[in-house]
């Protein structure tokens, strides 16, 4: 599985923002597909997760009632609008997968095996 990432920007604090990322490779797409964000000097953290077939979605608490999840089946990609960003919603913002056959949503970037590359949203205050 190909997981490409686009999106990223500069955002004013208050804004809006969607970032985007496309999967390929596969006849079947991933059942679990997530969003994990990086700080400089923090550790990677889990954004958000969605469920390919029953669109089940989860959230940290840090963006939860401002970021949504959703995907497009059709189109194999998998969407987070961010709302009322903050200037510490700013990271390297990267899309991932967990294997194909699993169906239970991960927390834990160990538990994502496919890794888009970064794209970069940064908030100005």
């Known amino acids: 599985v190909q997981l490409q990432a686009s999106g990223g920007g500069l955002v004013q604090t208050g804004g809006s923002h969607r970032l985007s990322c496309a999967a390929s490779?596969?006849?079947?797409?991933?059942?679990?597909m997530g969003w994990f964000r990086q700080a400089p000097g923090k550790e990677r953290e889990f954004v958000a997760a969605?469920?390919?077939?029953?669109?089940?979605?989860y959230y940290a608490d840090s963006v939860k009632g401002r970021f949504t999840i959703s995907r497009d089946n059709a189109k194999n990609t998998v969407y987070l609008q961010m709302n009322s960003l903050k200037p510490e919603d700013t990271a390297v913002y990267y899309c991932?997968?967990?294997?194909?056959?699993?169906?239970?949503?991960?927390?834990?970037?160990?538990?994502?095996?496919?890794w888009s590359q970064g794209t970069q949203v940064t908030v100005s205050s």
């Open positions: 991932a997968a967990r294997p194909t056959a699993v169906t239970v949503v991960g927390y834990s970037r160990t538990q994502y095996k496919y």
């Open positions: 490779g596969r006849t079947s797409s991933p059942n679990v």
């Open positions: 969605i469920t390919w077939s029953g669109g089940s979605t």
